[in-house]
């Protein structure tokens, strides 16, 4: 927050940007020019009736006038700036540039803000477009309706002695397709209308997420359930509105199932008391005698912990995805391969805990903690099924060399020199 000794240099700047002379406000003041003028170049103090009338002259209020801008406007105006080339030195300007010009600088955080929400648009309308399954199936049947109508135009316009049958069948052909046409088209605009979070799921996968966000992902249910009562609620939430079909209510039970295990493994009481006492996930599986796993599963299951939780495969493919402010993942389609996620894929049984910068304005900081190991039993005979999980928890911003740099994907990422990169930003260079 600015000094309120600096309040007299924002008296002048407002009067001058009101047009008021300086012996004219001093009149309506009631006090004498001079006077004024040692305020506004702060050699004198100003507070209480004094400042709430030259304030209420300028058209202002008299906190603006003693405290200056107000600090979520600069910090607006931070986000608005962060990540432009040669802002860093300006940053520390804001607070007076935002007292100057009050109306500028809201326009400004203003625009920022539209423009990270415009960003964030175009990332998901991006990954809708790259992968989305939906979007590719109606796609196809567009371009092979009109496909079929070109080759029967074509038909009728070459075909000078076409029989009479023939043509009344090419014509009903047209009809046909172009009703085809039009209905897949209605369905196309229907679905690229719908916002991202009103599009259908794309899967039993969307199913399930769903249905935990709409809970927070804390299932009140599970947590106080009995060891003899976790299948029958189990079987209870898995009939939930979100899980329409009988996939995804197959998958609810597993989640659900596992989750009970994990609370009967560490109970959410103890867990609460290590994350007050700022303990790491492997510092509690040691307290809480249970496996590092089943921490990362949990620590993600606390609303107050603000934690993304990602699980995948060996093929890499997500099988869980919870997001997180600034760590967007992505709807569909593969995910930056830097994340630690799939490099613990590369060393099973082995915790990698690493700090990661998020691509974006501004970047996003997180501690990550990840971790592969085998689902279920092993058996002779066949390969081990290894599954990774990766928990991320807000972590204090620090010098940027310190972190890994990552991406939501490559089509969604604007660094541009990553050696990862497999496919270029959708927008063009960054």
Same mark, same amino acid.
């Given at each position: ?23 004219? =406000? ?105 992968? *989305?399954?939906? =979007? ?11 496909? !079929? ?19 009344? $069948? ?5 009809? /046909? ?28 996968? /969307? ?28 079987? /209870? ?10 996939? !995804? ?12 295990? *994990?609370?009967?493994?560490?109970? =959410? ?10 303990? *790491? ?16 599963? $949990?620590? !993600?299951?606390?609303? /107050? ?23 967007? +993942? ?13 490099? +613990? ?24 903690? +990840? =971790? ?59």
């Amino acid at each position: 927050m600015a000094s309120a000794g600096h309040a007299g240099s924002r008296i002048r700047e407002r009067r001058i940007m009101a047009g008021i002379k300086q012996a004219d =406000l001093a009149k309506a003041a009631g006090i004498s020019a001079s006077y004024l003028n040692l305020i506004e170049h702060n050699r004198r103090r100003i507070g209480g009736g004094l400042l709430a009338t030259i304030a209420r002259e300028l058209g202002t209020e008299a906190q603006a006038l003693s405290e200056g801008a107000g600090r979520a406007l600069v910090a607006g105006l931070e986000d608005a700036v962060a990540g432009h080339a040669g802002a860093a030195a300006d940053i520390a300007e804001l607070e007076d540039f935002a007292a100057r010009f009050p109306d500028l600088a809201r326009l400004m955080a203003e625009q920022g803000g539209a423009v990270r929400r415009l960003e964030r648009t175009v990332a998901t309308l991006s990954d809708r477009l790259a992968h *989305d399954p939906i =979007l590719s199936a109606s796609l196809h049947e567009v371009l092979s309706v009109v496909t !079929a109508m070109r080759s029967t135009a074509a038909i009728l316009a070459e075909t000078r002695d076409l029989e009479a049958v023939w043509t009344e $069948r090419f014509h009903r052909n047209l009809a /046909e397709d172009g009703d085809r046409l039009a209905g897949a088209a209605e369905d196309l605009a229907r679905y690229l209308d719908a916002s991202s979070e009103d599009a259908a799921p794309a899967g039993p996968l /969307e199913e399930l997420e769903r249905f935990l966000a709409a809970r927070n992902w804390h299932i009140l249910e599970i947590e106080t359930a009995g060891a003899g009562d976790a299948d029958r609620i189990a079987e /209870e939430l898995s009939q939930a509105k979100e899980l329409e079909s009988a996939a !995804a209510q197959r998958l609810a039970r597993g989640h659900l199932a596992r989750a009970a295990a *994990d609370a009967r493994a560490l109970p =959410l009481g103890p867990l609460r008391e290590a994350l007050r006492e700022g303990l *790491d996930p492997a510092a509690v599986a040691v307290r809480a005698g249970c496996g590092l796993g089943t921490v990362l599963r $949990r620590i !993600a299951s606390v609303p /107050e912990a603000g934690a993304a939780l990602l699980s995948c495969d060996l093929s890499g493919t997500m099988i869980l995805r919870k997001p997180a402010p600034g760590f967007p +993942a992505p709807r569909l389609g593969a995910a930056c391969p830097l994340w630690p996620l799939f490099e +613990a894929l590369l060393r099973p049984g082995v915790p990698i805990a690493r700090d990661i910068e998020m691509d974006g304005r501004p970047p996003a900081r997180f501690a990550a903690y +990840a =971790l592969a190991e085998p689902s279920g039993p092993p058996a002779f005979g066949r390969p081990p099924v290894i599954e990774a999980t990766m928990l991320l928890l807000p972590a204090a911003a620090g010098p940027a060399e310190a972190a890994l740099p990552v991406g939501a994907a490559c089509r969604l990422c604007t660094r541009d020199a990553c050696p990862a990169r497999r496919e270029p930003f959708i927008a063009g260079s960054a």
